[in-house]
C-alpha cells in the first residue's frame, strides 16, 4: 500500500502541553501536507513543506520534514481544546498530482 | 462563501439504486478530486481531473463515474450501489501541486 503511516495513532494531553505527531511514507514527493480534520467534518489544510525544505512554522504549528528518512513531524505548541481533531499527513508524489494520506492521528486535548 | 460546496451532506438509499454527488468549487481552480474515507477513516484518492479532463483514476470499480461539466464541476455517479460503497465521499479543488481545498462531504449510507 502507498498509504503513509502515522505514529501515534492517538495522543491524549492536557491544554498548554506540547503535542508531537509523526508520518513516514514510502515514495519520492514533490511536497508533504497536513491537514486536519474536526469530527464529521471536512478536512483544513495546516500548512505544506515543500521536498526541499527541512522546517516550517505557522503560528503554533511547527513542521519538518527529512526526506533521507521519508519523516515528517508536526508540533503543535501550547496546545487548546480547541486543537481536539484528528490530523492527516499528506504526501504529493512527483507525478501524477494527487495526495496520499496517512493513517492519521486522533488529537484530545483536554481542559 | 463556501470555498468548495457538495450536495447532498447526507444520502442514504438502498442496494442496487442510483445516486449521485455534486461538487462545484469557486475558487477558480483547474484541478478537482474525489476522495473516499472509509469506517475506519482511511482516506484515500478515486479520481482528478485537470481542466476538464481525467487524470486520475485509482482503480475504482466503473460502478463509479466521474463527470466534469467545466472547470468548476467535478460530480460523481455512482450505479448498482453496494453495502460497501457507505462511506463518506470528499470533493476537493486545488491548483496543481499545492493545497487542497475540501467541500464538507458526503456521507453516503446504502441499505
Known amino acids: 500500500s502507498q498509504q503513509g503511516e502515522e505514529d501515534p495513532q492517538a495522543l491524549s494531553i492536557q491544554e498548554g502541553e506540547n503535542a508531537t505527531m509523526n508520518c513516514s511514507y514510502k515514495?519520492?514527493?514533490?511536497?508533504l501536507q497536513w491537514y486536519r480534520q474536526n469530527s464529521g467534518r471536512g478536512l483544513v489544510h495546516l500548512i505544506l513543506?515543500?521536498?526541499?525544505?527541512r522546517e516550517k512554522h505557522s503560528g503554533r504549528l511547527r513542521v519538518t520534514l527529512d526526506t533521507s528518512k521519508k519523516s515528517s513531524s508536526l508540533l503543535i505548541t501550547a496546545s487548546r481544546a480547541a486543537d481536539t481533531a484528528s490530523y492527516f499527513c499528506a504526501t504529493a508524489p512527483l507525478d501524477p498530482d494527487k495526495l496520499i494520506f496517512g493513517t492519521g492521528t486522533r488529537l484530545q486535548v483536554f481542559p | 462563501d463556501t470555498a468548495v460546496s457538495q450536495t447532498p451532506k447526507y444520502l442514504v438509499t438502498q442496494m442496487g439504486n442510483d445516486k449521485s454527488i455534486k461538487c462545484e468549487q469557486n475558487?477558480?481552480?483547474?484541478?478537482m478530486y474525489w476522495y473516499k474515507q472509509d469506517s475506519k477513516k482511511f482516506l484515500k484518492i478515486m479520481f482528478s481531473y485537470n481542466n476538464k479532463e481525467l487524470i486520475i483514476n485509482e482503480t475504482v470499480p466503473n460502478r463509479f463515474s466521474p463527470k466534469s461539466p467545466d472547470k468548476a464541476h467535478l460530480n460523481l455517479h455512482i450505479n448498482s450501489l453496494e453495502l460497501g460503497d457507505s462511506a463518506v465521499y470528499f470533493c476537493?479543488?486545488?491548483?496543481?501541486?499545492?493545497?487542497?481545498?475540501f467541500g464538507p462531504g458526503t456521507r453516503l449510507t446504502v441499505l
Open positions: 515514495t519520492s514527493i514533490n511536497n
Open positions: 475558487l477558480g481552480h483547474d484541478t
Open positions: 476537493a479543488s486545488s491548483q496543481r501541486l499545492n493545497e487542497q481545498f
Open positions: 513543506i515543500r521536498s526541499n525544505e
